[in-house]
């Protein structure tokens, strides 16, 4: 008889979002007329653009003639006309990036999840918290001891490292899903010395890095002196270009970054990385990576900047009603979610219920993502203009009413 993963029964019984989704059903079971305005998940609204759905189209024609048909493409890793225009992406903005250290995936999520597969089960891990429930999962279903830096109200939700504690992996998503905060050139160095000094990986999430306006942000880490050394980053197509139904992402693994096995010798990141992908994954369409490859031309970018704008115009809509109502807040800048600290001293899913009952808006409870969480609520600018107008109306005339 098998046996199961032990290590799963330590897992949250729901996924944060399952329990959202079941309060949501509930609610809208006891009051069916109710209009229900959703500002939780992080799913975009906007249609993709019309040059990237042009080019996924040609390349789907291209399937169906014998001359331009393709099928596995032969190192799994994505094909090199993609893999350049996302290299010249990266220079574009001060990162020294290869072609041929960028790895196509199918999102973020799944090579955040994934990542660790190739890094021994007694590594010891670090997230910050709040966290992007992902990190945590991933390594708690292989057994992993897993530690926090604490994000909260006196950082400014923007965790750094303590020298004393040892970890060998290091998460870091920036700017920050949950929170929206992001690091700062300088902070982020700090960051990488301590990877360094530590011998540790930072597995860094940059999957909202074109949201950032600051010009202190990094738009990668690989803009950081040091990063080279020590970090694999993941970005996603999802938000910057609305593919969170076409799936497709990037991680680059730099080609000097080495790591030593349980015997003590030293072998190349990438090659393992490679060498798990090749046994399980068989890449990403050819007509999806044609999508892609659009979304880096100067009429993709083009196209994809003015849907960026249009959720950055949301989020300014959000943090102007917060700061009429003397609420404290992240975000919003430089990144698509808002987290705000929960009026009244309420705590998170207190709010969600209030918030929702009420006034008939969903967000997602801070409590979700770790305990520095607790008292803090995130919303996401992904939705409809309209509504979203109207979801801050109703939330200002719910919180002026209550104070």
Known sequence: MPKMNGNFSKLEKNYLFINI??????FKQANPDADIIRMGIGDVTLPIAKPVIDAMKKGADEMGVKETFRGYEDSGAGYDFLKEQIAAYYKSFGADVKASEIRINDGAKSDCGNIQ???AEDNVVLVTDPVYPVYVDSNVMSGRKIICADSNEENGFAAMPDGNVHADIIYLCSPNNPTGSAYTK???KVWIDYAIANGAVIIYDAAYEAFITDPDIPRSIFCVEGARKCAIELCSLSKTAGFTGMRAGYTVIPDELEFPTSDGSMVSVSQIWGRRQGS????VSYPVQCAAYAVFTEEGMRATRENIAYYQENAKIMTDTLTRLGIQFTGGVNSPYVWFKCPNGMTSWEF???LLANACVV?????GFGKNGEGWFRLTAFGDRDRTIEAMQRLEKLIGSAS
Do not use: E, H, R, S
């Not at 967000?363 to 409590?367: H, S």
């Open 117 to 119: 597969d190739i890094f």
């Open 21 to 26: 989704a079941q309060k949501v059903n509930a």
């Open 280 to 283: 399980k994954f068989n890449g």
């Open 352 to 354: 969600f219920d209030y």
């Open 363 to 367: 967000g997602t409870p801070g409590a």
């Open 186 to 188: 300088d902070q982020l």
